[in-house]
Protein backbone atom coordinates (compact mmCIF):
# COMPACT_ATOMS: atom_id res chain seq x y z
CA UNK A 1 0.00 0.00 0.00
CA UNK A 2 0.93 3.39 -0.57
CA UNK A 3 1.49 6.20 2.10
CA UNK A 4 -0.94 7.59 1.40
CA UNK A 5 -2.95 5.06 2.71
CA UNK A 6 -1.14 5.24 6.31
CA UNK A 7 -1.41 8.66 7.26
CA UNK A 8 -2.33 9.20 10.42
CA UNK A 9 -5.42 10.07 12.27
CA UNK A 10 -4.56 13.62 12.81
CA UNK A 11 -3.42 14.25 9.73
CA UNK A 12 -5.89 12.72 8.48
CA UNK A 13 -8.17 15.04 10.30
CA UNK A 14 -6.05 18.22 9.21
CA UNK A 15 -6.11 16.39 5.70
CA UNK A 16 -9.92 16.19 5.83
CA UNK A 17 -10.72 19.78 6.65
CA UNK A 18 -8.78 21.36 3.71
CA UNK A 19 -10.74 18.55 1.84
CA UNK A 20 -14.04 19.64 3.31
CA UNK A 21 -12.78 23.42 2.20
CA UNK A 22 -11.85 22.20 -1.36
CA UNK A 23 -15.49 20.54 -2.09
CA UNK A 24 -16.87 23.53 -0.72
CA UNK A 25 -15.14 25.46 -3.35
CA UNK A 26 -15.25 23.27 -5.91
CA UNK A 27 -18.96 21.99 -5.41
CA UNK A 28 -19.35 20.67 -9.46
CA UNK A 29 -21.72 18.61 -10.90
CA UNK A 30 -20.38 15.25 -11.69
CA UNK A 31 -21.99 12.60 -11.14
CA UNK A 32 -24.95 11.14 -13.16
CA UNK A 33 -26.67 8.37 -15.09
CA UNK A 34 -29.40 6.41 -14.95
CA UNK A 35 -29.45 3.05 -15.03
CA UNK A 36 -30.74 0.10 -16.26
CA UNK A 37 -30.76 -2.83 -15.83
CA UNK A 38 -30.20 -5.96 -15.28
CA UNK A 39 -29.49 -7.67 -12.21
CA UNK A 40 -26.52 -9.26 -10.71
CA UNK A 41 -25.90 -13.12 -10.08
CA UNK A 42 -27.69 -12.60 -6.70
CA UNK A 43 -31.28 -12.88 -5.83
CA UNK A 44 -32.28 -9.49 -4.02
CA UNK A 45 -29.34 -7.74 -4.63
CA UNK A 46 -31.47 -5.16 -6.38
CA UNK A 47 -32.58 -2.23 -4.28
CA UNK A 48 -33.67 0.54 -7.05
CA UNK A 49 -36.73 1.07 -4.59
CA UNK A 50 -36.29 4.58 -3.72
CA UNK A 51 -37.51 7.19 -6.00
CA UNK A 52 -34.49 8.80 -7.08
CA UNK A 53 -33.48 12.31 -8.19
CA UNK A 54 -31.11 14.50 -9.42
CA UNK A 55 -30.04 17.65 -10.12
CA UNK A 56 -28.71 20.30 -8.17
CA UNK A 57 -28.00 18.40 -5.52
CA UNK A 58 -26.13 16.18 -7.76
CA UNK A 59 -22.80 17.77 -6.99
CA UNK A 60 -20.02 15.95 -6.88
CA UNK A 61 -16.64 16.91 -5.84
CA UNK A 62 -13.58 14.95 -5.73
CA UNK A 63 -11.64 15.80 -2.49
CA UNK A 64 -8.74 13.76 -3.37
CA UNK A 65 -7.05 15.01 -0.04
CA UNK A 66 -9.09 12.48 1.61
CA UNK A 67 -7.44 9.46 -0.42
CA UNK A 68 -6.34 6.73 1.70
CA UNK A 69 -7.86 5.55 4.76
CA UNK A 70 -5.40 3.94 7.28
CA UNK A 71 -5.50 0.41 8.63
CA UNK A 72 -7.37 -0.15 11.83
CA UNK A 73 -7.92 -3.66 13.48
CA UNK A 74 -10.10 -5.83 11.59
CA UNK A 75 -10.06 -3.72 9.11
CA UNK A 76 -7.51 -3.69 5.96
CA UNK A 77 -5.98 -0.11 4.71
CA UNK A 78 -8.40 0.97 1.68
CA UNK A 79 -6.97 3.04 -1.07
CA UNK A 80 -9.10 5.11 -2.52
CA UNK A 81 -9.89 6.85 0.42
CA UNK A 82 -13.63 8.21 0.17
CA UNK A 83 -13.72 6.65 -3.24
CA UNK A 84 -14.63 9.73 -5.25
CA UNK A 85 -11.71 9.06 -7.60
CA UNK A 86 -11.37 6.57 -10.33
CA UNK A 87 -7.41 6.27 -9.40
CA UNK A 88 -5.39 5.33 -6.69
CA UNK A 89 -2.32 4.01 -5.93
CA UNK A 90 -1.66 2.67 -9.87
CA UNK A 91 -5.08 1.28 -10.65
CA UNK A 92 -7.70 2.86 -12.07
CA UNK A 93 -11.38 2.15 -12.85
CA UNK A 94 -12.15 2.48 -16.48
CA UNK A 95 -15.12 2.30 -18.81
CA UNK A 96 -16.30 3.34 -22.03
CA UNK A 97 -19.80 4.36 -20.74
CA UNK A 98 -20.47 7.91 -19.65
CA UNK A 99 -24.11 7.95 -19.95
CA UNK A 100 -26.82 4.98 -19.43
CA UNK A 101 -30.46 4.88 -20.51
CA UNK A 102 -33.10 6.03 -18.53
CA UNK A 103 -35.54 3.88 -16.96
CA UNK A 104 -34.97 0.49 -19.50
CA UNK A 105 -32.04 -1.83 -17.57
CA UNK A 106 -28.86 -1.55 -19.24
CA UNK A 107 -25.17 -3.08 -18.83
CA UNK A 108 -22.61 -1.29 -17.54
CA UNK A 109 -19.39 -2.40 -18.35
CA UNK A 110 -16.00 -1.52 -16.43
CA UNK A 111 -12.51 -3.03 -16.06
CA UNK A 112 -9.88 -2.46 -13.22
CA UNK A 113 -6.45 -1.60 -15.07
CA UNK A 114 -3.28 -2.14 -13.17
CA UNK A 115 -0.22 -0.26 -12.36
CA UNK A 116 1.09 -2.24 -15.65
CA UNK A 117 -1.55 -0.89 -17.88
CA UNK A 118 -3.27 -4.51 -18.47
CA UNK A 119 -6.77 -4.74 -17.21
CA UNK A 120 -6.16 -6.32 -13.34
CA UNK A 121 -8.12 -10.21 -13.13
CA UNK A 122 -6.82 -11.93 -10.00
CA UNK A 123 -8.90 -10.37 -7.04
CA UNK A 124 -9.27 -11.70 -3.65
CA UNK A 125 -12.80 -12.10 -2.38
CA UNK A 126 -13.63 -10.15 0.47
CA UNK A 127 -17.38 -11.02 1.88
CA UNK A 128 -17.73 -13.60 -0.57
CA UNK A 129 -17.38 -11.99 -3.65
CA UNK A 130 -14.13 -10.68 -5.96
CA UNK A 131 -15.98 -7.01 -6.58
CA UNK A 132 -18.89 -5.40 -4.88
CA UNK A 133 -20.43 -2.76 -7.19
CA UNK A 134 -22.38 0.14 -5.96
CA UNK A 135 -24.54 2.79 -7.89
CA UNK A 136 -26.28 5.85 -6.15
CA UNK A 137 -27.81 8.60 -7.55
CA UNK A 138 -26.90 11.93 -6.33
CA UNK A 139 -29.37 13.02 -4.36
CA UNK A 140 -28.29 9.28 -2.49
CA UNK A 141 -31.71 7.90 -4.27
CA UNK A 142 -31.38 4.70 -6.16
CA UNK A 143 -28.69 2.90 -3.94
CA UNK A 144 -27.95 -0.87 -5.76
CA UNK A 145 -25.53 -2.75 -4.77
CA UNK A 146 -24.63 -6.01 -7.23
CA UNK A 147 -21.97 -8.27 -8.01
CA UNK A 148 -20.67 -7.90 -11.80
CA UNK A 149 -19.52 -11.08 -13.59
CA UNK A 150 -16.09 -11.09 -14.96
CA UNK A 151 -14.64 -12.04 -18.00
CA UNK A 152 -11.97 -13.43 -18.93
CA UNK A 153 -10.63 -10.62 -20.55
CA UNK A 154 -11.18 -8.65 -17.34
CA UNK A 155 -14.14 -6.82 -18.14
CA UNK A 156 -16.96 -6.62 -15.59
CA UNK A 157 -20.46 -6.54 -16.56
CA UNK A 158 -22.87 -4.95 -14.20
CA UNK A 159 -26.64 -4.99 -14.61
CA UNK A 160 -28.27 -1.90 -12.77
CA UNK A 161 -32.04 -2.05 -12.46
CA UNK A 162 -33.53 0.69 -14.47
CA UNK A 163 -32.21 3.87 -13.28
CA UNK A 164 -33.96 7.07 -13.42
CA UNK A 165 -32.55 10.32 -14.99
CA UNK A 166 -29.98 12.33 -13.32
CA UNK A 167 -26.29 12.19 -12.28
CA UNK A 168 -24.56 8.67 -11.08
CA UNK A 169 -22.07 6.92 -9.79
CA UNK A 170 -20.34 3.87 -9.86
CA UNK A 171 -18.44 2.70 -7.36
CA UNK A 172 -16.32 -0.61 -7.52
CA UNK A 173 -14.75 -2.06 -3.84
CA UNK A 174 -12.11 -4.75 -4.56
CA UNK A 175 -8.67 -5.99 -3.44
CA UNK A 176 -6.16 -7.33 -5.86
CA UNK A 177 -4.58 -10.69 -5.32
CA UNK A 178 -1.56 -10.14 -7.27
CA UNK A 179 0.52 -7.29 -8.18
CA UNK A 180 1.51 -3.75 -6.22
CA UNK A 181 -1.97 -3.66 -4.83
CA UNK A 182 -2.10 -7.21 -3.70
CA UNK A 183 -4.24 -6.97 -0.46
CA UNK A 184 -4.64 -3.67 -0.32
CA UNK A 185 -8.77 -2.91 -0.65
CA UNK A 186 -9.59 -0.54 -3.19
CA UNK A 187 -12.19 1.49 -3.71
CA UNK A 188 -12.76 3.67 -6.78
CA UNK A 189 -15.91 4.95 -8.89
CA UNK A 190 -16.64 6.96 -12.04
CA UNK A 191 -19.58 9.07 -12.99
CA UNK A 192 -22.56 8.38 -15.18
CA UNK A 193 -25.39 10.67 -16.49
CA UNK A 194 -28.70 9.07 -17.20
CA UNK A 195 -30.44 11.87 -19.68
CA UNK A 196 -33.66 13.07 -19.04
CA UNK A 197 -35.92 15.51 -16.50
CA UNK A 198 -34.29 15.05 -13.33
CA UNK A 199 -35.86 15.93 -10.33
CA UNK A 200 -33.54 15.99 -6.55
CA UNK A 201 -35.55 14.19 -3.67
CA UNK A 202 -34.78 16.49 -0.58
CA UNK A 203 -32.10 13.97 1.76
CA UNK A 204 -33.96 12.99 4.43
CA UNK A 205 -33.80 14.76 7.69
CA UNK A 206 -31.48 12.41 10.36
CA UNK A 207 -32.70 10.21 12.16
CA UNK A 208 -31.68 7.11 14.31
CA UNK A 209 -34.31 5.06 12.95
CA UNK A 210 -35.81 3.62 9.58
CA UNK A 211 -38.41 0.72 8.95
CA UNK A 212 -37.86 -1.44 6.23
CA UNK A 213 -40.48 -4.32 5.16
CA UNK A 214 -42.02 -4.89 8.71
CA UNK A 215 -38.49 -4.41 10.06
CA UNK A 216 -37.37 -1.14 12.47
CA UNK A 217 -33.68 -0.05 12.34
CA UNK A 218 -32.21 1.64 15.24
CA UNK A 219 -28.76 2.84 15.31
CA UNK A 220 -26.69 3.86 18.19
CA UNK A 221 -23.14 5.87 18.10
CA UNK A 222 -22.54 9.72 18.20
CA UNK A 223 -19.75 10.06 14.86
CA UNK A 224 -17.27 12.33 14.29
CA UNK A 225 -15.77 12.76 10.38
CA UNK A 226 -12.04 10.99 10.54
CA UNK A 227 -12.27 8.96 13.93
CA UNK A 228 -12.99 5.29 14.58
CA UNK A 229 -16.33 4.87 16.74
CA UNK A 230 -18.97 2.00 17.77
CA UNK A 231 -22.09 2.19 15.96
CA UNK A 232 -24.44 -0.49 16.72
CA UNK A 233 -27.70 -1.21 15.13
CA UNK A 234 -30.41 -2.69 16.58
CA UNK A 235 -33.33 -4.35 14.95
CA UNK A 236 -36.55 -5.11 15.94
CA UNK A 237 -40.22 -5.95 14.24
CA UNK A 238 -41.99 -2.93 13.78
CA UNK A 239 -45.51 -4.71 14.42
CA UNK A 240 -44.85 -5.19 17.87
CA UNK A 241 -41.31 -4.52 18.69
CA UNK A 242 -40.01 -7.84 19.23
CA UNK A 243 -36.45 -8.37 18.96
CA UNK A 244 -35.24 -10.26 15.90
CA UNK A 245 -33.12 -13.01 16.28
CA UNK A 246 -33.16 -14.48 13.10
CA UNK A 247 -31.31 -12.97 10.86
CA UNK A 248 -29.14 -14.84 8.50
CA UNK A 249 -25.79 -14.32 6.91
CA UNK A 250 -25.52 -12.17 3.88
CA UNK A 251 -22.17 -11.66 2.38
CA UNK A 252 -20.65 -13.74 5.38
CA UNK A 253 -22.15 -11.36 7.93
CA UNK A 254 -25.39 -10.37 8.98
CA UNK A 255 -25.56 -7.24 7.60
CA UNK A 256 -23.65 -5.19 5.49
CA UNK A 257 -23.71 -1.63 6.35
CA UNK A 258 -22.78 1.45 2.99
CA UNK A 259 -22.66 4.81 3.60
CA UNK A 260 -22.90 7.93 0.98
CA UNK A 261 -21.79 11.55 2.15
CA UNK A 262 -24.32 14.57 1.44
CA UNK A 263 -23.08 16.50 -1.41
CA UNK A 264 -20.32 14.58 -3.24
CA UNK A 265 -21.49 11.04 -2.63
CA UNK A 266 -17.98 10.07 -0.66
CA UNK A 267 -18.49 6.73 -0.32
CA UNK A 268 -17.61 4.24 3.14
CA UNK A 269 -18.62 0.85 3.74
CA UNK A 270 -18.83 0.06 7.47
CA UNK A 271 -17.29 -3.38 8.88
CA UNK A 272 -19.44 -5.45 11.44
CA UNK A 273 -17.12 -6.82 14.02
CA UNK A 274 -18.11 -10.26 14.50
CA UNK A 275 -18.53 -13.20 11.45
CA UNK A 276 -22.03 -14.73 10.35
CA UNK A 277 -22.29 -17.86 12.04
CA UNK A 278 -25.31 -19.88 11.13
CA UNK A 279 -28.92 -18.33 11.02
CA UNK A 280 -29.32 -16.59 14.69
CA UNK A 281 -27.94 -12.72 14.00
CA UNK A 282 -29.31 -10.07 15.96
CA UNK A 283 -31.25 -7.90 17.72
CA UNK A 284 -27.83 -6.19 17.73
CA UNK A 285 -24.61 -5.59 15.84
CA UNK A 286 -21.93 -3.91 15.60
CA UNK A 287 -19.67 -2.31 13.27
CA UNK A 288 -16.39 0.07 13.01
CA UNK A 289 -17.46 2.92 11.98
CA UNK A 290 -14.80 5.65 10.65
CA UNK A 291 -16.67 8.36 8.00
CA UNK A 292 -14.27 10.32 6.34
CA UNK A 293 -15.99 14.09 6.67
CA UNK A 294 -18.43 15.64 8.67
CA UNK A 295 -21.72 15.56 7.44
CA UNK A 296 -24.89 13.89 6.03
CA UNK A 297 -23.92 10.33 5.31
CA UNK A 298 -27.09 8.47 3.72
CA UNK A 299 -26.75 4.72 5.27
CA UNK A 300 -28.30 1.39 3.74
CA UNK A 301 -28.34 -1.52 5.81
CA UNK A 302 -28.78 -4.74 4.24
CA UNK A 303 -29.77 -7.77 6.60
CA UNK A 304 -31.67 -11.16 5.13
CA UNK A 305 -34.19 -12.39 7.71
CA UNK A 306 -36.76 -15.07 6.65
CA UNK A 307 -34.89 -15.72 3.68
CA UNK A 308 -35.24 -12.46 1.79
CA UNK A 309 -32.50 -9.55 1.36
CA UNK A 310 -33.64 -6.30 3.04
CA UNK A 311 -32.91 -2.75 3.16
CA UNK A 312 -33.63 0.00 5.67
CA UNK A 313 -32.05 3.80 4.65
CA UNK A 314 -31.34 6.60 7.07
CA UNK A 315 -29.34 9.76 7.46
CA UNK A 316 -26.84 9.95 10.09
CA UNK A 317 -25.38 13.40 11.20
CA UNK A 318 -21.64 12.90 11.65
CA UNK A 319 -19.68 16.13 13.57
CU1 LIG B 1 -21.22 -6.69 -2.43
Same mark, same amino acid.
Given at each position: MSASSRISTAMRRRALAAAAAAVLATTLAACGSSGSGGHGAMPGTHHGAMPSATGA????????????????PGMGATAGGDGLSD????????? &?????? &??????????????????????? !??QTKRLHFYAIRSDLTGFQHLHPVMAQDGTWTARPAALAPGSWRM? &??????????????? !?????????? &???????????????????????????????????????????????VTGLQPY???????????????????????????????????????????????RMFLQFRAAGALHTAALTLRVS
Open positions: AAATATATATSGMPGMHADGYRLTS &AATTLP &AGTPAPYRFTVVGPDGRPVTAFR !VDF &AAFTPAAGPGAGTAF !VLSRPVTVPG &AATATPLPAASATATADGYTVTVKGDLMAGMEHPLTVHLATSKDGRPLDSYAHLTAFHEGDAAFAHLHPTTAADGGHGGPDLSFHAELPKPGNW
